[in-house]
Structures are given as structure tokens and as C-alpha cells.
């Protein structure tokens, strides 16, 4: 192969970009595509890797931690992501032994079995020989070591050191399930277990072993067709002599099953409830057991808390949902009992009649309802209970906090019925809607008392003191006593503004809105025929993005009053007493926010400008605006064909003095332009890229900018520094779908070679890129 | 199932779209459009079906279906089920009484069942009376109406249940075949092959009769309809509990404590362990392989099916054909495959492949051998050294050395022989399935073109190889070269410069560009059209396919009926209905036709039947093929199958 070597300081102008090296000219580079890059040397294809260290002729695998095995000289091997050649090009055969597991990064792994003239070897990736190719086997075992088969039997090897840790002696090897980093091993067909090290934890005298428990404390055996326990050392706990084991109530008890039927042992092989039932399942910590198709309950301590003789047992936990099954410990190595497997009470059936125990089996309720649920609130558990068709609530010590009296309890939504509490203040809690029908009720669980009764479709509460009632096309106000502040009307409109103000719409026979301010007991406080009050028209501008849903209220202790289209008092507001406030000077002031307000000045009868003021009518913001709207937190100024960047309170971040700004689609950037130059800034409007490109793309995924200026590409960074110099006629970036844009592809003069992150050049070059047809 | 609701969907009032009579007192006789040969009458609460003489013909319909037959099952036993979408059939009630009528509004099964129902969307079970009886989709009674239960085991064959005990009654002999004398029967109709012979109870034991009743296996098992098969393999019967098999043949019985592990090959064995071992017994009875092997497997990949079983023994492999003869003592370690006649065996580490007497056949052991998928009629293997691919053909014994880093089917094809592609870094050539070098391997692209010519794409350009004369036929200079559209007997080659390109016939000699063929426009029936001096809309008329125009243009719209039972003609507000010969089938124009489908803007084909249901002012009336009108007085339209039906 002949190749040819090239000075690049002999010939290229951009020396100081790469250090100089000799340079491979190719007959065509091709752009990265994930690990590997197209590429024409000597008129072979080939693929150049990422670190622009290897060449391989063909890719045959890769695998999680983005080593690759290729082929070179005709033969196998393996390279790193770095760009190590981890098993040199001579194999028969590479296999990629790798693991990934996103919870558990203990449980990870990766390493290459190589195959040479029939025999197998192992490779780490940072090229380390983990065992020469002698063994007519080798496969992965556990995260730390793998098995190696030899003269028939097997052994096992540390991936780490390449120790052999057991001599292959056993029959057979295979990771265990049953307990972490361990092997099942096999000899004389016999089963047993041994550590890592090679130490032996089960002598090899078993016929099996089963999966008990997540936390690994024990185990199920076999011997002679009859099962037992093992802890996690290998003792045994209960003795084989079971049809099955299985895990008991509680984290130390077994479930052992003689004849079809299953008492209760613990760990020390004691018979704490001999077999007895004819079906045994965990609820939980707790057993539900089965004795003459009745049901009872066995507690952690193996104690029949609840004896065999009801028709159904449901465990409830601290959450008010059934436990179904055993508990499940998801952290590696915890002992901890999750809390949602404690059961808090048992809903017990007795024929159709059910009742309520505790945790300890003592009888909380008697039978004497048709039907109990959980119904959690507010955290708290508490039963929902029927009896005579009649529905209530119950604390979980029998306290009634809502009598039996209603059809049911509002949990959600429905078509017909709504009850709306969001805005119902710290006593939120204290409200519980009932229903009677299809009708709404409301009931103060503090103080025990209906507030009110079942007769509405829409409770809604607008403050935490005023409740807006709808039945049907009537609509009434309450306050949060239930006392009807305002009695049902039809068609009637009311709003609460504030906790103790209301206002009052009427709709005209003529066509026109007459609306009143009034207070609690009714009195008009102000009352207009050209206050076109609607409860979602308010000027949310000057609102945080999390206030903006909120309705038309008193603000900075004033209610704008909005008037109908014609009206030309837009600079009206009112107090809380009903007393005008004019802002003078102003044909348009908008609903107060923090004390700031937009406030808008007719220039001509065709033009208003806006600015912002204070609630002393002193200028924040000067009134020099066409347009106010919001950019993200801020606001966007716009004066003729030029925008600016303002807060909130008015203080400017842009000067209004560019063609554009606009936000870089939900990035904390904001992308300014200027005489069809481009610049970025943060979100404070600070000046990240100088408004100097012809155009700036940002990569979401690398937090990188691909800028062009003055038709030269290159790369920023996120806080504007020029990683890659905007000096390259063409770039293209990595395509590989790992998201990485290096290396690239780019070209200068007419040259294409190839940049690393770091801008370092590979030692390839070429005049051609690798187009369509090659 | 699906309801379909049939409603608004399929009264569609025709263009005058007018909602008819809302205001008219009721009760009044309303009826809808015919569909599938019946029309729906209705009067206050009452609504009946009417046939086209305008007869009543039953009272509902609660389904509808469209019949099946079955083909043939296959070599594995399964057979499909074909839908007769040209037939629809109807389930309808008369008088509370169930029948079928069909859309040529005849009846296939009387109205005189209690129910009718679709079973396994082939048949249909009839009751009445407390009997019962199958009959195809068609409505052909398959056995007669007279038993109190009835199963299927095949077309032929009926389980029946007369007197409280089952028989089996014979279609084709028309009588019990065997007497009902039984408690049950069990029958595995969808085994592979039919069996023939039955599972029957008797006093609560289960044995096995043939079809002649003469008992094959005493009633002394349990059963259940697990295992079920058709062979001489019995393993759905259980004797105290306990796992049997029995051979039909010989009536031997196979159980524990001597045998156990029993499962049946895919050859037809028995494959079971005695005294720790595995060994095999024939379907006739006769023992295959003694009780010897740790373990007796499948031989072959995923794909593959044959007469050999690999035999473990000791830890090393061999392999057993379906007669019992070791074809391979077990003598390998690793797994030996079977690959039709051939096997590949392990060699330390390596493969090698051995033929049918178990000989060796490779010189050398390879990396790796595997099958060639089987597009060839003979089979190929493919050798692996290092990362290097070849091939051999057993067929002539010649081995193609590993030199390629691929080696795949090609769309290329040449007489007499049969072609695969080798690459190496990119660079494709051809090699004959015999071991001969067809086309060096130096081309970016190979394309087949015809038989013995291939497209080939080098970095000079693209030109045409001839694979019988070995030699470039059209030199790599050209930009492309393909099949001439206009002449696919000349091959075009097109320069960058130049799309329209040289010709080249198959010899590669350059000749004139051919002629762009165009089809002679065919004869055809048409609308025709034509413009009215001061009117943007033109009048429409007919020509038929001679060209003879059938209907003057004096129409403002003209629907053709796609079936050429004729033509709605609408002038002014009025329609005519007009014959297939264009020629009026009434004197009465009406003011509007109802379609169970209404026609869409600009559409100018329709599909109705007759009778026909037309409006004059308040008077609807149904007008028949023959241009006279039923005797049934309507004052409204109604849907059809306004209750929707069971599908």
C-alpha cells in the first residue's frame, strides 16, 4: 500500500490551528456518522474512528460503552472509544461481553472474548489481556468475573485483574439469581453456590436453588424433592422437608407448604403455625389465610391476628390502597420495610356485612356496613362507608366525621357536577362536597356541620371567603359559613373582586351592561351602565407567568373598570370603597400588578404609545412604546421597526435598538439582530455572541452554537467562546444519532480534514468529499 | 362482534335532499329503499320487510354475513377461511321464527328455526324444537334436524347426542355410523392429518374406538384435551393420575416408574427415559435408539427440518437418523448441526462438514460454516476464516476460498447458471454458485439489466458487462445504463450532458433511438357533453361504446347506473329514470329518486336495483324494471335496518 506523506506547514495558511503532522491525503473524507467516518485512501474504503487514531476496513459490532469490534487485515479486532486497539487485528472471532444497567451502574460491565484457532481469551477495554485464547469457552458470568471453559469443566477469572479466581473444576457455572455476585456451581450433577472469590457458600449437594426475597437475606433449595430455606451464608433455616417454601409474613418468616397445606415457620426451623390452610398469600407484611374457605390474617410475628373465619380480608396501607402483594424492596442491600406494605386496617367481610380492624386484629367498626372504602385526603386515611344505601365518612377510629346521609362523596370531576376549591385558601381541607343525586353539597368536616345542602351542579369558591353557587341557570353566593350572601337568580352574574367585595353584572332589555360594586351585605358601593365587567378581562402583562390565570380582582387596593369598546374612560379605576380613581393624563391605565401598571398616551387620534407607571402615576417605563408583549419573563418593547427588552418593573436590558429579538425555542437565549447581523444574549439580555453573524444555529443537545460570519463557519460555546473559530468555508457536524457534533468535516482553502472537539485536526486530508454516488 | 348502526347513512335523498312531509299525520305507511332485493315498511309501531313484488317477507333482520368456504388444509393442517363478498346473506325473524334470505332475495333457510347461529364463522347451528343441527354458511343442511346435542369433527363426521348418549353420525352415509351409546367424545380435528380414530367415555373411564365402533384402546383412562394428536402417539390419556403414552400400534403402554420424559418428536417418536437415559420407539412400536443417550435433540437451526436427531452421550454430539442408523457416532464436542444431507461438526474450536456417511468432506476446518439460505436448489455453505467469507458447493466438490467480506443473493441472473455477489471493502463482482468467477469484483455498483447482463458502475462510470461472452459489452463511461423504456429490447446509456442518451441492442452495437409507443385510444362509452350558448353549465347525453349517442344532451345532469342497469336523467327539478337503451322506463318524471348511497358532488355514477323508490310531490312509489309500480302506498321514507345488526 503505498501512502503519501505531506507537510501541511509547507502548504496550508491555517498552521497555527494544528500542530504540524504528517498528513495523509485521501481520496475522499466523508462526514462522521457516530463512531466512524467514511473514507477513501489508496482507492480502499475504509473508516476512519472518532479518536482519528484507527482505521478499519469494516465495522462488525458495537456495543453499550461504544467499543467497536472491526475488521482489519482480514482478521477481528476491538478498539476503545478512546481509540485504543484493545485486542489487535488477528482474531477469528470477537464477541462484545457488555452490560448497562441505568439504576444499577454496579451491575455494569463490558469487555471482548476474542477467538483465535478454535480457543477463546478475553480483552478489557483499556486493553489489558484478561486471559489468553485457551479455553474452548468463555462468557460473561457476573459484572466481575467471567467464566472459562476448559477440558470440559469450568472455572472463572477476575475481569479486573485477570486472576484466575476458580480453576475450571465444576460441571457447570452460571450466575446465580438467588443471591448477588455468585455462582450456581454443578458437580456429580449436584448444585451449589460459591462467592466470587471462589469460596464456597453452598457445598455442591443440592438439586436446585429458588429466588426468595428481593433483598437477597434468603433462599429456597431443593434436596430429595423437598424444599427448604437457606440464609444469605448458606445455613440452612428451615430443613428440607416441604413441598414448597415460601416467603411469610414478615421479613424472617416462611411459608411452608406439607400436602397442600401451609402453616408458618421462622428462622430457626420453628413451627410457628403448623400447615393448616389451604391457601396462604401476603398482603404486604401481613398473610391472608385460607381454612375452610374462610379468611383470617397471620401478622409479622406469625400470629393469627384475625382468625379463619370471615368471607374476605382487605388490607388497606397509609396511602388507602389495597395491598395485593409481598413487599417489594427496590434499593439494593435494604432491609427496611417500605411503608406501603404495612397495612393500617383490614376492611373484613362477614358474609354481605363489612367491618373495620386494626393492625393488630382488634375490631375498630362493627359489621354493620354494606360496603367500606378508603378514601384518602389531605393525606390522612379515612373510610368511606355505606350503610342503607346511605353514604358517609368515617375516621379510622370510628369517629363520623360525615354521617351517613348522602349518595356519595365528591372525589373528581363529572359532567353534570363540579365542586372548584383551588382558590379556597389554607381551609381548604376542612371541605368535603357531598352529593345527593346528581347535586352538589358542601360539608365543613371541622366543624361537622352541612354548610351546604345538596342542591347545587357548580360549587366553586372564588376567595377563601366567598362561595359562587350554581343550580341549573340560577346562580347564588355564600360565604364560607354557608350563609347565603346572595340569594339565587337567574341568570344572575356575580364575581367576588376580593374576600369582601362583589360585583354585580345585569344585561340590559337595551343591550347595555350595568355593573356594581358592592359589598358582603349588598350595599352598591358604585354602580355604572358603562362598566362592561367580564371576570377573565384583565391586563395580565405585568404578571408573573404563575399569577396570570387569575380573574379580574382588587389589586394594589384598586379594580380597574373596564369599559365598553366605546367608552373612552380606559383610565378608570375604583377603590374599595367604590370612590372613582382617575388617572389623569392617561387615555389607557391597565389593571395594577406589584404596583405597576401599563399605562398608554393618544399621540394622535390613530397612534397611543405605552410605557409603564406607578400607583403615583410617575413614569416608570416611558411612554415610547407601539407595543408591549411579553418574551419570556421579560417584556419586548416595540418602537416602529425596532424592539428593546425590558423587566417586569420596567428596567432595560436591551436598548431598543435592534431589528429583531426572539427567543431560542424554550433555550435561556435570546437571539438579537441588527442589520441582518446576529448576535445571542441570556435571558437578562446580556451579550453572549456580538450581534455579528450572518446566522447562529444552537444545539440544544450540546449547548453549543454553529455560527456563520462572513460565509466562514465555526463553533461557540454556550458562553460565547469560539471553540472552533468561524474560519471554515464548509462544516459538517457528526450525524450519528449519539448526539456528539465532533469530529467534523470541514474545509479550508481546498482542503477537507477533520476537527475534534478540541479543534485538533486528524492527519487526513483530502480535495474531495466523499459525495452521493461514492 | 359489531353493531353496525345502519340509519341516516342509508336514506340519502337524492339532490332534492328535501326532508318529506314532516307535518303529515301519522299513522301512515313510510318504507324504505330497496337493498339486497327486500324494502322496510313501516306503519305507527309495526314494521315488516317487503320482498320486490311488494309482498311481506319477514318481520326483522337481525344479521347479516357474507358465506365462506374453506380451502383445503395444508401440509401443517391449516386451512383458510374465504369470504363469498359477492353473496350476502341475511338473518331475519318471521313471525318469531328465524330463516335466511340472501341479496337475491331468496330464501336459503326457511323462517322456521328458534335460532340460527354463526359457529367457528363456517357454520351455522340451527335449533328448533330442543333439536339441533349444523349447516354450512350457504344454508346446506349438513345432518339432520333430530338430535338434542351436536359437535363437529369434520364436514363429514357429526359427534351427536341422542337419548342422553353420543354417537357419530356420517353425512356422507346419512346415518348413525356409531350408535349413541357413549358419554363423550373427543376428537383432535386440528391435528395436522385427521385421525381416525375417537376418544370415547364410557361409565367415566376413557379408551379409544375407531369409526367402525370397534374398541383400539380399553376405557380404562382419564383425559383431558391436552396433548392432543392424531398419530399412533396417544398422550392425552392419564391412568391413576399418572402420565401415559400408549403406541396405537402395538397397544403398549409407556409409564413411570420405568419410562418418564415422554414427549413425541418431531419425526413421530418417542423420545422417553428409562434408567436415566433417553432413547427412542418408532410410531409403529418399534424401538428406533436403545436407552443410552443423556439426551436426544433437534438437530437442525431455526429453519431447518429433516430426518436427524443429534445424540449426546457422554458430552460429545453425534447424530441419529429418524430409522435408528448413527449417522455420527458421538464423538464431537460442541453441537452437530444437520444442514439437509450434510452435517457441520465441530473440530477443536473450528467446523468442518461431514456428509451423510458421517465422512469428512473439507480439506481444511474452518472459522465458521453455516447453510446459504435455499434460493438454490442445492445447498451451499458458507465458510468463515478470520473475518474473510467463501463458499463451497457440494454438488461438484468446489471450494471458493474465503477472500470476501461479504457474499448475498444478487437480482443479477444469467442462463445456466445460478449467481451470488462477493464484496471486499465496497468493490462488488459475481461468482456462479459452481465456483466460477462471473465478474471480477471491481465495481462500485452491480445491477442487473436482463438474463447475462449486468449494469456495472466503476469510478470511470457506468457501462454494461455480458456474462456468457465474458467480455464488457458497453464500455464504463456512461453516466447510466438501462432498459430503454420505449424498446425494452435496447439498453440506453445517458451521459450527464446528454439524457436522451445512446441506444445499444444486446449485442452491444449502437443503434437509432426507437419510436415512443403510444396505446390507440380504445373504443369507450362515455358522458357527453355540450355547451349551451349564454349558460356556463353544459347539457349532458350518452354515446355508447360504437359511438352512438343513446341519450341526446338535453340533460342538466345524467348518473350512470355502474352496473348498466341504466340512468337517472334530472331536468329542471324533475329526474327521469331511463332504461340501459336510454330510452324512458315511465312516462312520469319524478321530483326525486331515492339511493341508498346518495351521490357526491360531480360524481356521474351510481348504483341502485329495482324496484326504485321515486317521490312526485307528496307520492312515493316504487317503480320496477319494468316501468310499472308496486302496489304498495308510501307516505315516507325510512331507513332500511334502522336497528343496526350483529356482523
Known sequence: MRKRYILTGLLLTHISLYAQQQQVVADYLGRFDGQLAPVMINRQKQWLHLSGKVLVDKLENQGYFKTIVAVKHNAYGAVSHAGKIIAPFKYDEINLADEKDDRDSSKNYCFVITRLNGKYGAADTLGNEICPPIYTQVEPATPHVLKMKKDGRWGWIDIKTGKILQEPIYEDAEKSYVRDYTIEIKKAGKAGLAAEDGTIIVPTEYESFNYLSSNNTYFGFTAKGKAGVMDHDGRIVVPASYDKCSMGPGSDLFAVTQNGKTGIVDAHGKTLLPPQYTEASLMGIVMKVNKGGKYGVVNAAGKEIIPAQYSDIKAVNAEGREIYDGPVITAPGSTATPVLAIPLVFLVNNGTATGVFDADGKQLLPFAYNRITPFLRERTVYLEVEQQGRTGLLGLDGKVIIPPAYDGLMSGYNSSYSYLDDLAGENKKNYLAVLKGERLGLFNTATGKEILPAKYNWIQWQNNSVLFLRNGDTTSMADATGKIIREGKQYGFFTAVDTNRIVETKYNDDGTTTSALTDIAGNVLYSSNQWEFKEDRATRLLMPESTRRRNAQFSDGLLKVWGSYSSTRNNLFLDANGKEIVFDGYSFVGDFWNGLALAGKDITPNQTLYGIINRNKEVVYPITADDLTTLGNQILVKQGKLRGLITREGKVLLPVEYSEINDLYGAPFFKVGRNNKYGITDTLGRIILPVEFDDIRYREDNKLFEVTREGKNGIADATGKMIIPAIFDEMETNQGYERNLFPLLVKQGEWYFYLDAQGKSFPYKSKKKKGYDD | ?647
Open chain 2, 1 to 647: 362482534m359489531t353493531i353496525k348502526s345502519i340509519t341516516a347513512r342509508h336514506i340519502r335523498y337524492l339532490l332534492a335532499g328535501v326532508l318529506l312531509l314532516a307535518a303529515r299525520i301519522l299513522p301512515a305507511q313510510q318504507a324504505s329503499v330497496f337493498s339486497n332485493g327486500f324494502a322496510r315498511v313501516e306503519e305507527g309501531e309495526k314494521s315488516w320487510y317487503i320482498d320486490i313484488s311488494g309482498k311481506k317477507a319477514f318481520d326483522r333482520i337481525l344479521a347479516m354475513y357474507h358465506p365462506v368456504t374453506t380451502t383445503p388444509a395444508d401440509e401443517i393442517g391449516h386451512s383458510l377461511i374465504v369470504p363469498d363478498k359477492e353473496t350476502t346473506m341475511m338473518l331475519v325473524t318471521s313471525n318469531g321464527k328465524t330463516g335466511i334470505v340472501n341479496n337475491n332475495g331468496k330464501w336459503v333457510l326457511p323462517a322456521e328455526y328458534d335460532t340460527i347461529e354463526m359457529k367457528w364463522k363456517t357454520y351455522l347451528e340451527l335449533r328448533r324444537d330442543g333439536k339441533m343441527a349444523y349447516a354450512d354458511t350457504y344454508g346446506k343442511l349438513l345432518l339432520p334436524l333430530q338430535f338434542e346435542d351436536a359437535g363437529i369433527l369434520d364436514d363429514q363426521h357429526f359427534d351427536v347426542k341422542t337419548g342422553g348418549k353420543w354417537g357419530i353420525y356420517s353425512t356422507a352415509e346419512n346415518k348413525l355410523l356409531i350408535p349413541a351409546v357413549y358419554e363423550s367424545f373427543d376428537y383432535c380435528g386440528g391435528c395436522g392429518s385427521k385421525g381416525d380414530y375417537l376418544f370415547a367415555q364410557q361409565n367415566g373411564k376413557w379408551g379409544i374406538i375407531d369409526f367402525h365402533n370397534n374398541i383400539l384402546i380399553p376405557f380404562e383412562y382419564e383425559h383431558e384435551h391436552y396433548f392432543m394428536r392424531s398419530d399412533n402417539w396417544i398422550m392425552s390419556l392419564k391412568k391413576n393420575g399418572q402420565d401415559v403414552a400408549i403406541n396405537l400400534e402395538n397397544k403398549k403402554e409407556y409409564a413411570a416408574p420405568e419410562y418418564t420424559d415422554m414427549t413425541v418428536t418431531s419425526n413421530g417418536a418417542l423420545k422417553a427415559r428409562k434408567n436415566d437415559k433417553y432413547g427412542l420407539v418408532g410410531e409403529d412400536g418399534r424401538q428406533i435408539a436403545d436407552f443410552i443417550y443423556d439426551d436426544i435433540t433437534d438437530a437442525y437451526n431455526e429453519q431447518g427440518y429433516g430426518p436427524y436427531l443429534r445424540i449426546m452421550q457422554n458430552g460429545k454430539t453425534g447424530i441419529l437418523r429418524e430409522d435408528g442408523k448413527v449417522i455420527i457416532p458421538p464423538v464431537y464436542e460442541g453441537d452437530v448441526v444437520a444442514a439437509g444431507e450434510y452435517f457441520i461438526i465441530p473440530v477443536d474450536g473450528n467446523y468442518n462438514l461431514a456428509d451423510s456417511t458421517g465422512k469428512k468432506i473439507l480439506p481444511k476446518d474452518y472459522t465458521a460454516i453455516t447453510l446459504m439460505d435455499k434460493r438454490f436448489e442445492t445447498p451451499l455453505f458458507k465458510l468463515k476464516q478470520k473475518a474473510l467469507y467463501g463458499f463451497y458447493n457440494p454438488a461438484n466438490g468446489k471450494i471458493v476460498e474465503p477472500a470476501f467480506f461479504d457474499i448475498e443473493g444478487t437480482t443479477v441472473t444469467a442462463p445456466g447458471m445460478d449467481l451470488l455477489e462477493v464484496s471486499y471493502q465496497e468493490m462488488y463482482g459475481l461468482y456462479s454458485t459452481s465456483g466460477q468467477q462471473v465478474l471480477p469484483m471491481e465495481y462500485k455498483k452491480v445491477e442487473a439489466l436482463v438474463p447475462g447482463l449486468v449494469a456495472v458502475k466503476k469510478e470511470t462510470g457506468a457501462g454494461v458487462y455480458d456474462i456468457m461472452h465474458k467480455k464488457m459489452l458497453i464500455p464504463a463511461i456512461y453516466n447510466n445504463v438501462d432498459i430503454s423504456e420505449a424498446d425494452t429490447n435496447l439498453l440506453r446509456a445517458t451521459r450527464k450532458e446528454d439524457y436522451a442518451g445512446v441506444f445499444f441492442n444486446f449485442k452491444g452495437m449502437k443503434v437509432p433511438a426507437p419510436k415512443e409507443k403510444l396505446p390507440p385510444p380504445a373504443a369507450k362509452s362515455r358522458l357527453l357533453e355540450k355547451k349551451v350558448a349564454g349558460s356556463e353549465y353544459p347539457l349532458y347525453g350518452y354515446t355508447d361504446n360504437s359511438g352512438k349517442i343513446i341519450i341526446a344532451p338535453i340533460y342538466d345532469r345524467l348518473l350512470v347506473e355502474k352496473n348498466g342497469r341504466g340512468f337517472l336523467a334530472q331536468r329542471g327539478g324533475e329526474f327521469t329514470v331511463l332504461d340501459a337503451a336510454g330510452k324512458p322506463l315511465s312516462k312520469q318524471a319524478f321530483d326525486d329518486v331515492m339511493l341508498e348511497e346518495a351521490p357526491g358532488y360531480g360524481v356521474t355514477e351510481v348504483q341502485y336495483g329495482f324496484p326504485l323508490l321515486c317521490r312526485t310531490g307528496d307520492v312515493l312509489q316504487y317503480l320496477t324494471a319494468e316501468g310499472t309500480f308496486l302496489p304498495v302506498k308510501i307516505t315516507g321514507v325510512v331507513p332500511f335496518n334502522p336497528y343496526g345488526t350483529i356482523e
